[in-house]
C-alpha cells in the first residue's frame, strides 16, 4: 500500500476523500434497512436469550428447568414438534407431485393453475382459519354430509381437534411448498433423463439416480422452511385446535398477556430457536447446503 | 404415447384436485356471507347483506381498518424507500454481498413469535407497548425481505454503466434518480410497495404481541372475534378482506405483464 506513489499528492489526498465519501454514502444508504433488521430482529432474539436466562434479577438457569420438567411445558413443545413435523411433511408431499407436474409443463393453463395456487398464498390465514371454521362447525356441510352417510353421530365436533389444526395447517403451507418447490425444480435438466431413458434404465433407476438428486436439495430445504414457519403458527391451534393441541406461540401468548413476565415465554422461545437452529443443521448436512445458500434461494 | 397421455391426465386431475382443496374453504365464505340468517349457515337458506350492515356500520371494526391501513401506508412506504436504497447501493457501490443478502432476509426466516416476545420485553420497559407506530415500524422490518429482493434483482437488469454515462454528462445523484433509476424501476416500486402492504395488511403475530389494544389493528381484531365464534359478521369482513388482498396480488402479478419495459437498457 506504501509503496503505491501517486505524481501528484494533491490528487493522492482527492482520491482517497473520493473513496471515502463513497464509503459514508454506501454506509448512509444501507442505514435505514440495516438498522430496521438490528432493531427488529437481532436486539428482541438478544433480549428474548437474556429474559430465558435471568429471574429476579439474577442469572439462572431456573427457566429451563420450569420448561422441560413442569406441566404443560413438556406438552406443548411435544405438540409443537410433532404437529409442525406433520404439517411440514404433508405439505410436501402434497405440493410436490403438483409442482414437479407444473415446473414441467410451460404453458397457458400451467400458469393459471401456479397464479391460482399463488393468489391463494395471498389470502390472509385468519380468512382461511375462518373458512375451516365454517366448515368443520358441528351444523357445517361436512359434518352434515358425514353424518347423512352415517359416518359420525350428530353430538361429534371436528372442530377442536388436531385433524381440523392439521388440515387448515397443510392447506395454508401447500402454496408456499409448491411456490418453494417449483423455483428449485424449474432447474431439473430433462435432457439428463432423456439420456438416460435412451440409455435403458428403468424409471424407478431413473427416478432415484438421475431425477430425485437434482430436486433433493429443494424438497429438503423447503421441508425445513415449512417446519420453521409451521413451529411459530398460533392463530391455527388457537381457532381450531382443543386442550391438546396448544403450540408455543399460544402459550407464549397467554404469558406474555395474562402475567406481564417475559421469563418463561422468551425462554420457550429460546428452546424453539434452539430446536430450530439443531433440526436446520442436521437437514443442511444431510442435503449439503449451507444456510448461506437458502438464503439465496429464499431470496431468489 | 398412450402412457404419455394417460400421465398428463392424471397430471391434471391431481392439480384440480389440490386446487379444490386450496379454494373451496376460501370460496364458501363468500356466499357465507350474504346469509340472510342469524347464524353462520353453508349454503344459506336466505340472502340478505345484513352482515355488510352490521359491519360498515360499526364503528370498531372501521376503526381498526383504518389503523391497519395506516400501518401499512407507512410499512410499505418505509420497507420500499430503505430497499430502493438498499438497490442503489447495488448498482452503483458493487453487488450487495450474500452475506449482507442474508443477513437483510432474517425478518422472513427468523420465528416472529420468539422476536415478538423479545419485544415484548423491550416495550414494556419503555412503556412503548401497544404504540401504532413501533408495530408500523416492525411490519417494515417484516416486509423488508419482499421489497429488497423484488427491487436488487430489478436493478440487476440495469446497465450499471448508465449511471456513469448520466454522471459524466453532468448530471447530480438526485436527476439520475429521478431520470434514470425510478422511471426504469417504476413496475417493481409498484410490486415491492403491493408485497409490503399485503405482509402488513394481513399480519398478526406482532399485531397480536405487541400492537394497539383497545383499538387492534383489522386481522388482531378479527382473531378475537373468531375466538368467540359467536359472531358471523366475521364473514363479511372476511370476504373483504380476500377481496381486497385477491386484487392487490392480481395487480402484482399483472402490472409487469401490461405494461412494457419502457427502456430496455440491458445489452
Not at chain 1, 411448498?177 to 424407478?204: E, F, H, Q, S, Y
Not at chain 2, 372501521?62 to 412506504?77: E, M, Q, V
Request: proline share 5%.
Amino acid at each position: 500500500m506504501t509503496s503505491v506513489s501517486f505524481p501528484d499528492d494533491g490528487a493522492r489526498h482527492g482520491a482517497r476523500a473520493a473513496a471515502r465519501r463513497r464509503d459514508v454514502t454506501r454506509l448512509l444508504l444501507l442505514a435505514p434497512a440495516v438498522l430496521l433488521v438490528i432493531a427488529f430482529v437481532l436486539i428482541p432474539t438478544a433480549m428474548a436469550l437474556l429474559d430465558s436466562f435471568h429471574n429476579d434479577g439474577s442469572w439462572t438457569i431456573e427457566n429451563f428447568v420450569t420448561i422441560v420438567t413442569v406441566v404443560p411445558y413438556p406438552r406443548i413443545l411435544w405438540n409443537t414438534v410433532t404437529i409442525a413435523a406433520a404439517t411440514a411433511l404433508l405439505s410436501v408431499a402434497l405440493a410436490a407431485p403438483l409442482a414437479a407436474f407444473l415446473a414441467a409443463h410451460e404453458g397457458f393453463v400451467a400458469r393459471i393453475v401456479l397464479a391460482l395456487v399463488a393468489a391463494t398464498f395471498w389470502v390472509s390465514i385468519l380468512v382461511k382459519l375462518f373458512a375451516w371454521q365454517v366448515l368443520l362447525a358441528r351444523t357445517g356441510p361436512l359434518n352434515m354430509l358425514l353424518q347423512a352417510v352415517a359416518v359420525t353421530t350428530p353430538g361429534t365436533s371436528l372442530l377442536y381437534t388436531r385433524g381440523a389444526v392439521l388440515v387448515a395447517m397443510v392447506q395454508v403451507m401447500v402454496p408456499y411448498a409448491c411456490m418453494l418447490l417449483v423455483a428449485g425444480m424449474k432447474r431439473v435438466d430433462w435432457d439428463l433423463i432423456i439420456a438416460a431413458r435412451t440409455l435403458g434404465a428403468r424409471l424407478p433407476l431413473v427416478f432415484a439416480s438421475v431425477y430425485w438428486p437434482q430436486v433433493r436439495y429443494s424438497v429438503i430445504m423447503t421441508t425445513l422452511v415449512i417446519f420453521v414457519t409451521a413451529s411459530g403458527f398460533f392463530v391455527a391451534p388457537a381457532l381450531l385446535g382443543g386442550s391438546g393441541e396448544v403450540m408455543v406461540g399460544m402459550k407464549m401468548q397467554s404469558d406474555l398477556a395474562n402475567q406481564y413476565d417475559s421469563g418463561l415465554a422468551a425462554t420457550t422461545g429460546t428452546v424453539l430457536m434452539l430446536g430450530l437452529l439443531l433440526l436446520s443443521w442436521i437437514a443442511l448436512k444431510v442435503s449439503g447446503a449451507s444456510f448461506r445458500r437458502i438464503a439465496e434461494e429464499v431470496g431468489s | 404415447m398412450t402412457r404419455g397421455r394417460g400421465l398428463r391426465i392424471a397430471g391434471w386431475s391431481y392439480c384440480s384436485l389440490i386446487l379444490l382443496f386450496l379454494l373451496f374453504p376460501v370460496a364458501i365464505v363468500v356466499p357465507a356471507s350474504f346469509s340472510g340468517s342469524q347464524t353462520l349457515e353453508f349454503p344459506p337458506s336466505t340472502w340478505s347483506l345484513h352482515w355488510y350492515h352490521q359491519v360498515l356500520g360499526d364503528g370498531r371494526w372501521l376503526a381498526s381498518a383504518f389503523l391497519s391501513l395506516r400501518i401499512a401506508l407507512f410499512a410499505a412506504a418505509a420497507a420500499t424507500v430503505s430497499g430502493l436504497m438498499v438497490s442503489v447501493v447495488h448498482l452503483r457501490f458493487g453487488r450487495v454481498t450474500p452475506t449482507l443478502r442474508a443477513f437483510f432476509l432474517l425478518p422472513l426466516i427468523a420465528p416472529h413469535i420468539v422476536l415478538a416476545t423479545g419485544l415484548f420485553s423491550l416495550l414494556l420497559r419503555t412503556h412503548l407497548l401497544g404504540s401504532p407506530t413501533v408495530l408500523a415500524f416492525g411490519h417494515a422490518c417484516l416486509a423488508l425481505p419482499l421489497s429488497i429482493v423484488v427491487l436488487v434483482n430489478a436493478v440487476e437488469t440495469i446497465e450499471p454503466l448508465l449511471w456513469s454515462a448520466a454522471a459524466s454528462l453532468g448530471a447530480r445523484w438526485w436527476m439520475i434518480v429521478r431520470e434514470v433509476l425510478l422511471p426504469t424501476l417504476s413496475i417493481s416500486l409498484v410490486v415491492a410497495f403491493l408485497l409490503a402492504f399485503i405482509a402488513s395488511w394481513d399480519e398478526v403475530t406482532f399485531a397480536v404481541f405487541i400492537g394497539p389494544i383497545s383499538t387492534p389493528t383489522l386481522p388482531s381484531r378479527m382473531f378475537s372475534y373468531l375466538q368467540e365464534l359467536t359472531n358471523p359478521s366475521v364473514s363479511a369482513v372476511a370476504t373483504m378482506l380476500a377481496a381486497l388482498t385477491v386484487s392487490a396480488g392480481l395487480v402484482s402479478v399483472l402490472l409487469p405483464r401490461l405494461r412494457r419495459r419502457p427502456v430496455r437498457i440491458t445489452p
